[in-house]
């Protein structure tokens, strides 16, 4: 690798060590793979990464796309990069091989999707997005729509954005003011503008198709009133070729502080000339739809936080091992050699809080992968439920957690760099303003903690939160028989139990009628939740590489640090949780009584 | 105010009500002022601040200063607002009337740091290292070097630099190479390089004076071989005009993450013909000058990030109170009108951690800043023993927890905005990026740590800790009689014995021989120390505002949202102290047992 920042043994660990992927094979959907398929794959996607994305990812920063007032200009390496993604076949992984993609397991396209982030997330976002708007047009579309959208989507032809937000409407889609007109031709004329549309426009690719939420007149009011529209940037004629342009506009770029490569628009459609738009599923169902790809999309996030929160770790950690300066406390002869900084405490510290932190957000997202594909295999009504269950209450946290954390650990990246790290001549800078976009899109995470305590904990009278615990259980009970891992079984099961009667607790006060009190704090219980469950990928870490028959020689070092990693999260972030279950515990009001006017 | 975004409240409560730093006036030295001289400045600090400053703040980080081989050039407006500054008479408020300045307590001249640094933290800069080379001058100059520069340089005429780091040596200042030769002419030949230094080039000035760290051959090793150095830009004739170039030559601009209106740079002495520097103080004595003037610039440096914590969260604060979107959990009617963000406990959850920690910090500044005014004028050797004391335990903490966590309380005001924080049309992001250098700058966060339980606590047999444990003593037992207060008092009583039982666990671990282990988390004792003193500096304006006998019924709200933000800070973040001491009780050995070439 030239330009890419990757570690092949993490992927290797999680994929295949730890959650065991290939296992899938053993089911029609992936019997034409095995794990040398996944290896060779991921092979292939470093390569490109490093040649044709990790080549430009600092350039594409500092010579961001810019609109003209006619076309957006993009510097050459992005559909170069494009291009040779496309070429190497990664657009459809996770497509069936019968839409013209790879029918790899979600997992594995997750691994891909890692290595590409790591190199440059800007140019990464483009395939990404149009993968989930094909995705969507894949589960809700009508068999013509499928024929019509997914081949050259997936060809990587044609590209996709998903389009919710307005202006005026952010967090509260239900909000939305885009209407969509019902004609007698079948379609509906779209009118209105959008806002925060990564991909809205770009000549990357011959079309754009834009999945949009939007109200048709006359519907409920609020979210019941909220239907799902294809809607191309150019119209595209029966034979499937492209006709004129269908009147969407970009109105202007938006300026970000960092994901810079990516283009994200403000868009009028309907503005210029009637903008022809085609339902999608049911309508007042759109909102619906659109959550269901969501949730996927949130495993992305969270992924691409914790892979920037790993490529920043990787960074700073060449950097330690290879920066002289100062010397160990006891050394009072001032001429000796100083010592690599890596040597110095604080800078551990600073270390394994990013391992600690990264390599626990990965696992859980890839965790979460994995479940995506159980499901998609599994045949018992059963199974179906408990997986979707699973999904359901870890969804939030897989996005909100390593959002929030990964950036954290960026921080402390760009600290052991000291004043080289606040420079643009490292990346470390980069990944932090790049990062620091994950806690606020595809749902903030204050709207993840809302939706993970007030929704998906207490759904069902909590058999979400019921079967994540007793899945955690299982394997404290597992680990529970090996002495190695004693402290960290010891600890979780503690963990564990405080996290069940604080969620109790706040059940209770839901049931009574507080439920404004119970909702108050629910960040801090995203907290709460979240680190017992990143907790949980830790032990599940030791306990895996604690049953390795035969570990490789070559393994027994990288296996250390993983331990002390871990050890570094059992004794310094898991004891955190006792604070946040006791503040939750408290029911306290102070957010509550406060009165904004007065701050 | 067009621009400025400030809250005069803040500072006349923090300087006024809470610090009373009139109550020097009574003293010779300040005879001359009052609080309608105070006020009267600071009228006008933020007058040009607002129309000077706060205009170019967007602009020069757009723009950022860039080398053209041979001249550094800067938007104009940087100049502009340089000589607004200057002429406005503000380059020297804390220098002596004799010596050309205003003769302003330090702690007023803090208040008018802050205006500036809330209206552009780039430009401020340039006066404020100019001040700091030029109080370093001040005490440890001869007073033909305090004839030569002083003047010039409190006129604005000529700017400084403080030149301490090289390539290879940043923490670490005893391996600095640069040398010093004398010669038979008085001064010396100096020859190196240096790194990191802002202000180092610029056209804003008809001279820039370098005060340079170097090593004469034949000294010590390490840093007891350190001499300081005064070293022009341009040579100075007898008469005081200005002669040739003295051979500080430019290398190149760094290029950085924020605070971009500074140029910082790559100096190289002596490369390109003869460069000429004076000693200043005794030969080998250099560290010992700059750091007296170092702690001065921490308590600039804690200040500044307060500052940018404050500033980001009144703008967050506008924000919340003005952007509509979603609706309270109870309301069901999705045609119900949307209420503003405000009222989401989630978010005046993200305002309240601004305003606990950014108050917090910005009180405990200029607590220090009033604690150097008081030294300036205490003359009974026991008084100005402990005023020492007492400054030297809380600089690292100034210095460190307000870069720390106000960098932190920037994330959140950030989040606030959501997408919209993302952009450039706000300037959260822009805060956020210069916010980023403090933890960095004038020693790393993890220096000061070090420096605070590895040194300053340890001193004198724990004098310095001993002196500030009585003093928050003092402040816990006069609140006590105050019912309204118990909430406080007696939550900061038990902080700060816990405290204490840590540190004399600690202190007993390294008298028993286990420094190493000791030392090895000293960033936790930082957290540990510094959020006891921010519970300390809350308690302390809650006992203020208590204490008036007829408050303002204008400021009635204000005091209110103070009290919320303490109740805040009390209730979320000082019960997290109990997790730090526990750590450091356990003198966990995590960092130290760790290989980081395995990590």
Chains 1, 2 share one sequence.
Not at 507 to 520: C, F, K, P, Q, V
């Amino acid at each position: 690798m030239i330009n890419l920042k990757l570690r092949r043994r993490e992927i290797d660990f999680l994929l295949h060590d730890l959650l065991n992927v290939d296992a899938v094979c053993a089911h029609p959907r992936y019997a034409m793979h095995d794990r040398g398929v996944f290896d060779a794959t991921l092979d292939v996607a470093i390569k490109v990464a490093d040649e044709h994305f990790a080549n430009h990812a600092a350039k594409v920063d500092a010579e961001e796309p810019h609109f003209d007032g006619e076309r957006v200009h993009l510097i050459p390496e992005v559909k170069q990069g494009i291009d040779a993604y496309v070429a190497a076949g990664f657009m459809g992984t996770s497509f069936d091989i019968d839409d013209g993609g790879s029918q790899l397991p979600y997992a594995v396209a997750q691994g891909i999707a890692w290595v590409f982030a790591a190199a440059n997330v800007g140019t990464a976002a483009y395939p990404f997005l149009t993968m989930a708007a094909a995705n969507l047009i894949r589960a809700h579309g009508s068999d013509a729509q499928k024929a019509r959208y997914l081949p050259p989507m997936i060809e990587g032809r044609w590209f996709g954005t998903m389009c919710l937000s307005e202006p005026q409407a952010g967090s509260s889609l239900g909000d939305i003011r885009t209407r969509a007109e019902a004609t007698e031709h079948g379609w509906y004329s779209i009118s209105g503008t959008k806002m925060w549309i990564s991909g809205g426009e770009h000549e990357l690719s011959e079309n754009i198709i834009h999945l949009v939420l939007a109200k048709i007149p006359g519907g409920p009011a609020g979210s019941r009133g909220i239907s799902l529209f294809i809607v191309p940037k150019r119209r595209i004629n029966d034979d499937g070729s492209l006709g004129e342009r269908n009147h969407v506009s970009l109105v202007g770029l938006n300026h970000k502080m960092g994901y810079r490569g990516t283009t994200n628009t403000l868009l009028n459609f309907g503005e210029t000339g009637e903008c022809r738009g085609w339902l999608i599923g049911e309508v007042n169902h759109g909102l619906a739809c659109m959550f269901h790809m969501m949730n996927e999309a949130r495993i992305g996030v969270g992924l691409n936080a914790a892979v920037l929160g790993h490529t920043a770790y990787l960074h700073s950690l060449d950097y330690a091992l290879n920066r002289p300066q100062g010397r160990k406390p006891g050394e009072r002869d001032p001429s000796s050699p100083q010592v690599m900084i890596a040597e110095h405490p604080d800078v551990r510290r600073m270390l394994l809080v990013q391992k600690a932190f990264s390599e626990g957000a990965l696992s859980l997202c890839l965790y979460g992968a994995a479940l995506v594909d159980r499901l998609a295999i599994a045949e018992a009504d059963a199974e179906r439920a408990e997986l979707n269950l699973e999904l359901e209450i870890l969804t939030p946290i897989i996005k909100a957690w390593p959002a929030h954390y990964c950036l954290e650990a960026n921080y402390w990246g760009l600290q052991i760099l000291g004043g080289y790290g606040y420079t643009r001549d490292y990346p470390l800078e980069r990944i932090y303003r790049d990062n620091r976009l994950n806690p606020i899109h595809e749902g903030t995470n204050g709207i993840q903690a809302g939706d993970l305590l007030g929704r998906k904990v207490m759904m069902h009278g909590g058999a979400a939160f019921k079967l994540l615990i007793a899945r955690i259980a299982a394997t404290i009970e597992a680990a529970s028989t090996d002495p190695s891992l004693a402290e960290f079984s010891t600890a979780l099961k503690a963990a564990s139990a405080r996290v069940t009667a604080t969620t109790m607790a706040l059940a209770a006060a839901g049931a009574r009628g507080e439920s404004d009190r119970m909702l108050a704090n629910a960040w801090v219980y995203m907290e709460l939740l979240g680190g017992l469950v990143i907790g949980w990928m830790w032990l599940r870490q030791m306990q895996c590489i604690a049953g390795m028959a035969n570990p490789n020689e070559a393994d027994l070092g990288y296996f250390e640090g993983k331990r002390q990693a871990a050890r570094y999260y059992y004794r310094w972030e898991l004891p955190k949780l006792e604070r946040h279950a006791a503040l939750l515990d408290s029911l306290d009001d102070t957010l509550l009584a406060t009165s904004a006017a007065q701050l």
